[in-house]
């Protein structure tokens, strides 16, 4: 059987996650952590992508975009080609860094896209790396504290983009107490945390899933 086609549309949102191949590692020191994201970011403001979240693990990266044109896979060729080509000559390494494709998935609504960025966000926590996001300087929580969420998740979680701020920052503060207090790390119980937090927040007066 073929693969699945990946489902590109204008205007679309993506969950989208290279992985290390074989699980290995895609950044061995700093250095490596700024290259990656800088050619990250690069690629997004040339292809006029818009990041809600991006967290960056040893192992894989979790990014959160929209696409205004149908692009995210001729960019993401263009992220995890570049970055391995310069890991292996910087490391004076060869073969494959990245599995064969990344994993991704359509976002659809509100709720789903505010889960999706608590979840990329709460994961360093549950990897034991850091206690809370604003420790971990490779994850866009800090960009969130300094600028503010982005555009579309201030549309739905505040009347203003001040309060979208302290709203967000604060369903994140949620998560990692849950994570904490669960003892949580698998990539599924991440992923019901961050479930249970956006839908706690919609039945509180949230917007729709």
Same mark, same amino acid.
């Given at each position: ?47 006029? !992508? ?87 300087? !490779? ?61 706690? !927040? ?8």
């Amino acid at each position: 059987m073929g693969r699945r086609p990946r489902e590109e549309a204008p205007g679309a949102i993506h969950h989208v996650v290279p992985q290390g191949n074989g699980r290995g590692r895609i950044v061995l020191d700093d250095l490596d952590r700024r290259s990656y994201l800088e050619r990250f970011y690069g690629v997004a403001g040339e292809r006029r !992508w818009i990041v809600h979240a991006s967290c960056l693990l040893d192992t894989h990266h979790h990014g959160v975009v929209e696409t205004p044109l149908p692009n995210l896979g001729a960019g993401m060729r263009l992220v995890v080609g570049g970055h391995a080509h310069w890991l292996n000559a910087r490391h004076g390494r060869s073969g494959a860094v990245f599995a064969d494709r990344y994993w991704s998935a359509r976002i659809r609504g509100e709720g789903h896209l505010l889960r999706a960025c608590i979840y990329a966000l709460v994961n360093p926590v549950a990897a034991g790396l850091v206690d809370h996001p604003r420790a971990w300087p !490779w994850c866009s929580y800090g960009s969130v504290l300094s600028d503010g969420c982005s555009e579309r998740l201030a549309a739905f979680l505040g009347k203003t983009r001040h309060d979208a701020q302290t709203q967000f920052l604060a369903l994140v503060d949620q998560a990692v107490a849950i994570v904490h207090s669960d003892r949580v790390a698998e990539r599924r119980d991440v992923l019901r945390v961050a479930d249970a937090v956006a839908k706690g !927040w919609q039945r509180a007066g949230g917007t729709r899933a």
